[in-house]
């Protein structure tokens, strides 16, 4: 039985490998864990009691070396390999076996991270000269933004990036904005901020046109438009990052460079 219950734990355990590797199956997974966990359980509890003393035993205090005989009568019967020596051993390998498979298995959640993102959570695909285009991939010309208008832009040639909406706004006049928003690279009174909230990443939908307020509707965090999109209400602590934009030499607004900060929620390892 002790054998049996070992040998079943290695199996669930290698059969929820395979499982997880071909694409994996909450159900399934549950139950091979479930039996690798009681095979390791079962067969420990079976194996104490076959094994181990059972009641009280008391050993009165005695010389701790063993004799001569002893020690010849010991060698003799491990060298002689007898059955219930050969058995342990046979188990306690068995034992091994199940936690190795079971432990095989523990490392596969690692997997599931997915590939490592490196520099990516750093970049998106504006970059300079890349065209600011409509949701339907048309290139916008300044005078496309009316006074209090905001529009959803993406790269040219990246609508619909995860990390790239972007919010383009036009104000009355470019003296509202402070000396930061316009060193982040203005055209006019047009400005660019990246569309995902600071805070867990909602997109930033609502422009309160006479206070130049830009408003997240996940948690009601708030941004100032005219000072770098600093956040003045609400659980976001960062501002939204300014994207820089200038005229391309055919009229349209184009990128001046990438975003100078990561967009949206902060990461493990964002400065
Ligand atoms: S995601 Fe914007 S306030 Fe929470």
């Given at each position: 039985m002790i054998a049996a219950s070992f040998a079943l734990s290695i199996a669930a355990g290698l059969a929820l490998g395979v499982v997880y590797w071909t694409g994996g199956q909450p159900q399934l997974e549950g139950l091979f864990l479930a039996i690798a966990l009681g095979g390791i359980g079962t067969g420990?509890?079976?194996?104490?009691?076959?094994?181990?003393?059972e009641g009280i035993v008391?050993?009165?205090?005695?010389?701790?070396?063993?004799?001569?005989?002893?020690?010849?009568?010991?060698?003799?019967?491990?060298?002689?390999?007898?059955?219930?020596?050969?058995?342990?051993?046979?188990?306690?390998?068995?034992?091994?076996?199940?936690?190795?498979?079971?432990?095989?298995a523990l490392f596969f959640p690692i997997r599931s991270l997915g590939p490592r993102p490196g520099r990516g959570l750093f970049r998106t695909a504006f970059a300079g000269g890349v065209r600011l285009v409509t949701d339907d991939g048309h290139p916008i010309r300044p005078a496309d933004v009316p006074v209090g208008g905001v529009l959803t832009v993406w790269p040219e040639g990246a609508v619909g990036a995860a990390d790239a909406p972007t919010l383009l706004i036009r104000v009355e006049e470019p003296a509202l904005f402070d000396s930061e928003v316009l060193a982040g690279g203005t055209v006019g009174g047009l400005v660019a901020y990246s569309k995902l909230c600071t805070h867990v990443g909602c997109p930033v939908g609502l422009y309160q046109e006479t206070e130049h307020l830009l408003l997240c509707p996940c948690h009601q965090s708030t941004f100032d438009v005219l000072r770098a999109a600093q956040p003045v209400f609400g659980p976001a602590t960062r501002r939204?990052?300014?994207?820089?934009?200038?005229?391309?030499?055919?009229?349209?607004?184009?990128?001046?460079?990438?975003?100078?900060?990561?967009?949206?929620?902060?990461?493990?390892?964002?400065?």
């Open positions: 420990m509890v079976a194996f104490a009691k076959a094994y181990l003393p008391a050993e009165p205090r005695g010389r701790v070396a063993s004799t001569d005989e002893e020690v010849a009568a010991f060698t003799a019967d491990f060298e002689q390999g007898r059955a219930p020596v050969r058995r342990r051993a046979v188990l306690v390998r068995l034992l091994l076996g199940a936690f190795a498979a079971l432990g095989a939204l990052p300014q994207l820089p934009i200038a005229v391309g030499p055919d009229g349209f607004l184009v990128a001046a460079g990438d975003y100078r900060e990561p967009v949206g929620p902060g990461f493990w390892d964002r400065p």
